[in-house]
């Protein structure tokens, strides 16, 4: 088999071809003509896992990266089988001249072969159908080539039958108006294969570029968490070390305390008497430090209960002036008890006085009472007084509630939401 026809190349693409019918296919698509033969068998990769068949390494690789299929068993060889080139164009012929008409239809006729060397090999005592298929098979080239073809094929079965084939028919010649179209429409059909082939690896290296960009991303996010780990793992182990190092320095401490003890000839270890006087003297030590901190923030009113009143007050009144005058009135009253606490006549006032009412709207008291007015025991419904005695605490409720004023009178969209 070493010297027989395994494949046929095309000269114009180097592609390799398994028999005359795929190379006509290829000529087809492709508008290439010249092919030779060639020892060289087609190749077969089989997948382990799909039994794909591959005959390049460009299909082996589009099929992997389909796929994720990396296993390929060479079955090469083993498919590797002779061809008969002649008696493939031969049969190809032969159904190119039945197409269209009845089998039976067909007239079937000797191959014409050389006479004289037909006549040599008759002469050698080879039987006439042996002598007709040799020179056919070997390409009538002569007596040598045929005695070498029936070497070579002498356990055929039908080597003494007479060689049939069907009569060729000369097909009609084409205008050159056909020839062209018909190689434009070739390669048309070749550009389209292409232009499949090239979209189809350009999805995959898009596939290839995502599938890349998310293992980087996960690596990343792999190399951030480790070093996030071996910070803290950093941090626990430096902690450790610094307790132990405060550990070591006490025990030194009360080592150096101890020895010192004993050199002025007290006993080692403090006395009951000795740890009273030291916790008696941490007890003060601490009330001194909580003696000179500051004293607490007084606590904030609720400015969203006194905002509420107000724009109740502003949205119940159609009278806007009388609102503006309300709002004021509150804010001098307000202004006045913060600025000057220990005015007795700030923090003390008759809203039935007839002046005082003119000024104030209905609902002015309940604003008056969350700002920290409360009602004077004995002297009547209509007097409020500030019970605080001018506290941090009721200085810092007075001045919510002149925020809360000083925007009424200044934001135009106060109540408005």
């Given at each position: 088999?070493?010297?027989?026809?395994?494949?046929?190349?095309?000269?114009?693409?180097?592609?390799?071809?398994?028999?005359?019918?795929?190379?006509?296919?290829?000529?087809?698509?492709?508008?290439?003509?010249?092919?030779?033969?060639?020892?060289?068998?087609?190749?077969?990769?089989?997948?382990?896992?799909?039994?794909?068949?591959?005959?390049?390494?460009?299909?082996?690789?589009?099929?992997?990266?389909?796929?994720?299929?990396?296993?390929?068993?060479?079955?090469?060889?083993?498919?590797?089988?002779?061809?008969?080139?002649?008696?493939?164009?031969?049969?190809?012929?032969?159904?190119?001249?039945?197409?269209?008409?009845?089998?039976?239809?067909?007239?079937?006729?000797?191959?014409?072969?050389?006479?004289?060397?037909?006549?040599?090999?008759?002469?050698?005592?080879?039987?006439?159908?042996?002598?007709?298929?040799?020179?056919?098979?070997?390409?009538?080239?002569?007596?040598?080539?045929?005695?070498?073809?029936?070497?070579?094929?002498?356990?055929?079965?039908?080597?003494?039958?007479?060689?049939?084939?069907?009569?060729?028919?000369?097909?009609?010649?084409?205008?050159?108006?056909?020839?062209?179209?018909?190689?434009?429409?070739?390669?048309?059909?070749?550009?389209?294969?292409?232009?499949?082939?090239?979209?189809?690896?350009q999805r995959l290296r898009e596939q290839e570029r995502i599938r890349s960009g998310k293992e980087l991303a996960a690596a990343a996010r792999l190399e951030a968490e480790l070093k996030l780990k071996r910070s803290m793992e950093a941090r626990r182990l430096e902690k450790e070390e610094e307790r132990?190092?405060?550990?070591?320095?006490?025990?030194?401490?009360?080592?150096?305390?101890?020895?010192?003890?004993?050199?002025?000839?007290?006993?080692?270890?403090?006395?009951?008497?000795?740890?009273?006087?030291?916790?008696?003297?941490?007890?003060?030590?601490?009330?001194?430090?909580?003696?000179?901190?500051?004293?607490?923030?007084?606590?904030?009113?609720?400015?969203?209960?006194?905002?509420?009143?107000?724009?109740?007050?502003?949205?119940?009144?159609?009278?806007?002036?009388?609102?503006?005058?309300?709002?004021?009135?509150?804010?001098?009253?307000?202004?006045?008890?913060?600025?000057?606490?220990?005015?007795?006549?700030?923090?003390?006032?008759?809203?039935?006085?007839?002046?005082?009412?003119?000024?104030?709207?209905?609902?002015?008291?309940?604003?008056?009472?969350?700002?920290?007015?409360?009602?004077?025991?004995?002297?009547?419904?209509?007097?409020?007084?500030?019970?605080?005695?001018?506290?941090?605490?009721?200085?810092?409720?007075?001045?919510?509630?002149?925020?809360?004023?000083?925007?009424?009178?200044?934001?135009?969209?106060?109540?408005?939401?």
């Amino acid at each position: 088999m070493a010297d027989e026809a395994l494949s046929l190349v095309c000269t114009d693409c180097n592609a390799q071809l398994q028999s005359v019918k795929e190379a006509q296919a290829h000529g087809e698509a492709t508008g290439h003509s010249n092919f030779e033969e060639s020892t060289e068998a087609v190749k077969r990769l089989v997948c382990t896992e799909c039994s794909k068949p591959c005959r390049t390494i460009v299909e082996q690789e589009l099929h992997t990266k389909r796929t994720g299929h990396t296993t390929f068993e060479d079955q090469t060889r083993a498919a590797a089988k002779a061809m008969s080139t002649e008696m493939e164009m031969a049969k190809a012929r032969a159904v190119e001249a039945g197409e269209g008409t009845d089998k039976k239809d067909v007239e079937l006729v000797e191959p014409e072969v050389d006479g004289q060397a037909l006549a040599e090999l008759e002469a050698m005592g080879f039987a006439r159908n042996r002598g007709v298929r040799a020179l056919h098979g070997s390409g009538n080239t002569g007596v040598e080539s045929a005695v070498a073809w029936l070497a070579d094929h002498e356990d055929d079965a039908d080597l003494d039958s007479p060689l049939l084939l069907p009569k060729e028919t000369p097909k009609p010649s084409l205008t050159p108006e056909e020839a062209k179209a018909l190689a434009a429409e070739l390669l048309a059909k070749a550009r389209r294969k292409r232009e499949l082939e090239e979209k189809e690896l350009q999805r995959l290296r898009e596939q290839e570029r995502i599938r890349s960009g998310k293992e980087l991303a996960a690596a990343a996010r792999l190399e951030a968490e480790l070093k996030l780990k071996r910070s803290m793992e950093a941090r626990r182990l430096e902690k450790e070390e610094e307790r132990k190092a405060r550990e070591r320095v006490r025990e030194m401490l009360e080592e150096d305390k101890r020895a010192r003890r004993v050199r002025l000839g007290l006993p080692p270890e403090p006395t009951p008497e000795e740890l009273e006087a030291e916790r008696a003297k941490a007890a003060e030590k601490a009330a001194q430090e909580a003696a000179k901190r500051l004293p607490p923030p007084p606590v904030i009113p609720d400015a969203d209960r006194l905002r509420d009143l107000l724009v109740g007050m502003k949205r119940g009144t159609s009278d806007a002036a009388a609102v503006t005058l309300c709002f004021q009135t509150l804010l001098r009253l307000c202004g006045n008890a913060a600025n000057d606490p220990g005015n007795a006549k700030y923090r003390r006032l008759n809203l039935g006085n007839p002046a005082l009412a003119a000024r104030l709207l209905p609902d002015a008291r309940a604003f008056l009472e969350a700002a920290g007015w409360a009602a004077a025991e004995g002297e009547g419904e209509g007097v409020l007084v500030l019970p605080g005695a001018g506290s941090p605490a009721e200085v810092v409720r007075l001045t919510a509630a002149g925020v809360q004023l000083h925007s009424a009178l200044n934001n135009p969209f106060f109540g408005a939401l």
